[in-house]
């Protein structure tokens, strides 16, 4: 039986969408040739097969310090990173 993979994003490590991104590009080991400031290749990325992630396989991740997130991003980014987040079905969000 394989064990899901899970990764932890602490949310004491960003503040905006640049610093999400550069957060999320080291939590998941995704290369610099990824132009993840394009939302649709973040998106893909996320998919897996990218970086750490495994190709089409479940994986939780664990937001640390949500919180934190919620008061330090404007609600509009905060709104797109939770689409981004919810709308991946091979993800399962933790939110502490």
């Known amino acids: 039986m394989k064990l899901e993979q899970v990764f932890y994003l602490n949310g004491r490590d960003f503040r905006s969408i640049p610093t999400f991104v550069a957060t999320v590009r080291e939590v998941f080991g ?6 993840l400031d394009n939302w649709d290749v973040l998106e ?7 970086g750490l992630l495994n190709h089409q396989e479940p994986f939780t991740l664990v ?19 939770m689409d981004l987040f919810e709308s991946n079905p091979k993800l399962t969000l933790k939110l502490e």
């Not at 995704?30 to 132009?35: M, P, Q, S, T, W």
């Not at 919180?67 to 980014?77: H, I, Q, T």
């Open 30 to 35: 995704f290369g610099a040739e990824l132009e």
């Open 44 to 50: 893909d990325a996320l998919e897996g097969g990218y």
């Open 63 to 81: 937001w640390q310090n949500s919180a934190v997130s919620k008061r330090k991003l404007r609600p509009r980014n905060l709104n797109a990173i």
